[in-house]
Structure formats: structure tokens, C-alpha cells
């Protein structure tokens, strides 16, 4: 779940449909009290016109008449009776609703201010007549006390209109059919979400593919500036950034190269005349030392290939070229030893690829008197481990090797014969390859190096 909420994708995706869904949810909360309260209101309007009618009916009737004209109100739909004491008519148990009640406030208004007006509400309606045997109704009774001109007091029982079915039968026709609207509505919502998301991250899939591949081929096509002016802006940044990056790299490789390859032509030179010296003593040491000159300019020169390298990628069949360097090492008299096997193909340039397991392979040998070789398919990748018996490196500096020209004290000094470049030109060529090179102490003595390269895919493999 929390890769899943890792991607920008998904969380946008989550927030607008979140959102969306919640403003959907509180504007409906808000309509329904709306509509509730503009209801309410209507009802309470309804019953004050009810009771200002009747009021102004009985209030001009002489008071012996006034119960026989209110026994027939039963027949109009409500009771009204006259009473001697509104405390006694309520009773002990009744609770009559505040003074500030909307209803009270209407007749308030309309009736006028002197009048003494108590309203009461009754969850169960009784019958009308006594011969009326229905089941008491289920809408709101409101018994109001209201004083007339001449301060007597007449009770009215009226009924109060219920609330419509779609509002107050919830689990009714009504709410399955607002729920499917509801559901349907959640769908296209998520719909719109989706493209939503997808439209606002494809821009940045776009340019973390594009920031992948630089990685691994320099020269790969600009991004297209297209699109809203935010995602030019940022494809002609990213497009500005790869042209410096890769004429730096053009400008630092031919320099390297350029150094390196005019040197091989004094070198030669050198050697020729070194043969004119009459000190055979002096003699040797001087070839050595144009010896390890001019295996620093090889190296160097490897180096310049290894960072620029313009030959052709191609599947290549690991096994077999890891047994081929293996091969050739035996026969320059390395001790090499090779077991496993793949059956696995991989996407590479043959040289580069060739040159860095040879490196690979010349240090164990040269460090680690020998080179124990294996191949071995690990999760979806290619393992090689190259493992030796010298005395291993210190843990402190197993990533400062990697660094150009760096060298360790005790054995991989210049009297052996290394430059430093060995495993620099190894990890950038594997880094070329979206691969991992990687070093470790054994525990039972020696050095463990593990080179690991992404198998090529069945498809692309036919």
C-alpha cells in the first residue's frame, strides 16, 4: 500500500477524487438542511394561517356560542375547545416549546403581542371523533393555547403536514434511486480523476525516462517541447542540461584521448633511443619506467572509451564471452577457474563489456594470486562473482577504489604495476550497461567482486 501511495499518480488521483467526493457529500448535507428547514418553515407558515383563521372566526362570537361552533371542528380537520386555565389544560407532563419557537413567533406577529399563546407537540396523533377507529396517524400533533380578545382561552389541536416519503422513508424506492444516481455519479468522478492524473504525471514520467536514459546513452534525442508552457519550459531545461553534459563529456574525452594517443608517439621515440644507453643497469630502469608510462597512457586511453564509447550495442550471449575472457586468461598463465552458467543473453557493447571482466579478472589475479569465476541467474539478473584469496581491501575503502588514480598503500602500488584505472573503467563501463559492480571481503579471507547486468528480455531475445 505504500508504493501504491508512492506514486504522484495515485496520490493526485486519491486527493481530487477525496476531495471531489467530500464536496460532494457536505453540499448535499447542506441542500437536504436547506430543504428541511425551507419545509419546516412552510408548515409552520401553513399552521398560522390555519390558526389565525380560526382565532379570528371564534374571537367575535359571543362566548356561550363559541363551544358549539368549535364541537364541528373536528369536521375541518382539527380540535378546538375552550379551557379555564392554561397551567391545568397543559398539565404536569406536557412541555410546551419555548416562547422563541418560529411557530409561537409567527402568531406572535400575526395575532399581536398581548395574547398569551403556549404551543405543544405530540409525537402521535388520537383520532378526531370517538368513532373513529383508525390506528392513531403517525404525523406531528401541535396543541396550541392561544388567548382570544376577552383573554379566554381555547385549545386547537391541528395536524401537522409529515415530511415527504423521499425525505423520511430512507431505505424507501426513493433513496435506492437517489443512491444509484449517487453511485453513478462517484464513477464518472473517478473517471474524471483518473485523466486528470494520468494528464498531470505524464510530464513527469516522460521526464524521469528521459533523465533514465541520459544515464545511459548520452546522446539519446531531445525531449519534445510540447505541451502546456510549465512542461516546455521544463523539457527545453532538461534538453539544455543534456547538450552541456554531453559536450562536456565530448570535450573531456577527446582532451583525455588526445593526451593520451600523442604521447604513445614520444614514448616510441624514447624507447628507440633508450636502447643507445651504455648502462644496462641504467637501461632497465628507464624501460621500466617507460613501461608503466606507456601502460598508463593504454589505461588511459580505455578510460576515454569506457566514459565515450560509440560502438554497437548487440545482443551478446554472456556465457560464451564470459568463458572466452576466462579462456584467455588461462592461457596468459592466470589462475582462472570458471563454473555455472546462464544460457541468458544480454544487451551490450562486445568490447567495453569485454574489457571490463578482463579488468576484473587481471586484478584478482594480480592482487589475489587467482581468479575463481561463476555466473548464476539472481532474481531476473546476471550475476558474475569474481572471488580471490589476497588480503582484501579495508572496509573504509571499498568505494574509494573506484575513484580514478586511487591506489592502496600496501598492494596496489606502482611497483606492482597498477594505475588506478582498473576498476574506474570497469564501473563506468557496467554503469553503461544498467548494471551494479559491487565489492566485499569474504569472511574465510579474499575479496569478492560481483558484477551484475540486466538479463535480456524473452521478446526482445527472439
Known amino acids: 500500500m505504500k508504493n501504491f501511495l508512492g ?61 358549539i361552533v368549535l364541537q364541528a371542528a373536528s369536521n375541518f380537520g382539527f380540535e378546538a375547545r375552550m379551557v379555564e386555565d392554561m397551567n391545568d389544560a397543559i398539565g404536569p407532563d406536557a412541555s410546551p416549546s419555548p416562547s422563541t419557537s418560529p411557530l409561537t ?23 378526531l371523533r370517538i368513532d373513529d377507529v383508525r390506528a392513531p396517524r403517525r404525523d406531528t400533533c401541535r396543541v396550541i393555547y392561544i388567548s382570544l380578545h376577552d ?38 468522478i473517478a473517471m474524471l480523476a483518473w485523466l486528470v492524473a494520468r494528464m498531470a504525471t505524464r510530464p513527469i514520467r516522460q521526464l ?12 539519446h534525442a531531445p525531449l519534445a517541447e510540447t505541451g502546456p508552457t510549465e512542461i516546455r519550459q521544463a523539457a527545453h531545461a532538461f534538453n539544455a542540461m543534456q547538450a552541456r553534459i554531453r559536450r562536456q563529456i565530448q570535450h573531456r574525452t577527446h ?40 601502460g598508463m597512457v593504454r589505461e588511459g586511453l580505455d578510460l576515454a572509451r569506457s566514459m565515450d564509447s560509440s560502438e554497437k550495442i548487440q545482443a551478446l550471449d554472456i556465457d560464451s564471452l564470459l568463458d572466452s575472457v576466462c579462456a584467455d586468461a588461462a592461457d596468459a598463465g592466470q589462475d582462472v577457474a570458471l563454473q555455472g552458467s546462464t544460457r541468458a543473453f544480454v544487451m551490450a557493447q562486445p568490447g567495453a563489456l569485454r574489457r571490463c571482466l578482463t579488468n576484473l579478472i587481471d586484478n584478482a589475479c594480480k592482487y589475489g594470486k587467482c581468479a575463481r569465476v561463476s555466473i548464476a541467474l539472481e532474481q531476473q539478473k546476471i550475476a558474475i562473482r569474481i572471488r580471490d584469496q589476497g588480503p582484501g581491501i ?29 576498476l574506474t573503467i570497469a564501473l563506468n563501463i557496467a554503469e553503461n550497461h544498467q548494471g551494479q559492480l559491487r565489492l566485499r571481503n569474504l569472511p574465510e579471507g579474499g575479496l569478492e567482486v560481483l558484477l551484475e547486468l540486466p538479463q535480456m528480455t524473452p521478446a526482445r531475445n527472439r
Open 7 to 67: 506514486s504522484i499518480g495515485n496520490r493526485i488521483f486519491f486527493l481530487l477524487l477525496g476531495g471531489i467526493v467530500v464536496a460532494v457529500f457536505a453540499t448535499n448535507w447542506l441542500a437536504s438542511n436547506e430543504r428541511r428547514n425551507t419545509l419546516r418553515e412552510l408548515r409552520f407558515q401553513h399552521l398560522a394561517d390555519r390558526v389565525e383563521q380560526i382565532v379570528q372566526a371564534v374571537d367575535h362570537i359571543p362566548p356561550a356560542q363559541r363551544p
Open 105 to 127: 413567533e409567527m402568531l406572535q406577529a400575526r395575532l399581536g403581542e398581548d395574547r398569551k399563546i403556549a404551543v405543544q407537540r405530540e409525537s402521535e396523533c388520537p383520532p
Open 151 to 188: 383573554q379566554a382561552l381555547m385549545r386547537l389541536r391541528l395536524h401537522q403536514p409529515g415530511e415527504p416519503p423521499a425525505l423520511r422513508e430512507r431505505g424507501g424506492p426513493a433513496s435506492l434511486f437517489g443512491l444509484q444516481y449517487i453511485l453513478l455519479f462517484l464513477v464518472l
Open 208 to 219: 524521469a525516462q528521459a533523465a533514465s536514459r541520459l544515464g545511459s546513452d548520452i546522446d
Open 255 to 294: 582532451m583525455l584521448a588526445a593526451i593520451t594517443h600523442d604521447l604513445q608517439t614520444p614514448l616510441t621515440r624514447m624507447r628507440l633511443r633508450l636502447e643507445k644507453v651504455s648502462d644496462p643497469g641504467l637501461q632497465q630502469k628507464l624501460i621500466d619506467d617507460l613501461g608503466v608510462m606507456h
Open 394 to 422: 579495508p572496509e573504509s575503502e571499498l568505494d574509494a577504489v573506484f575513484e580514478p588514480f586511487y591506489r592502496l598503500e600496501a598492494s596496489r602500488s606502482r611497483d606492482t604495476g597498477g594505475t588506478g584505472l582498473g
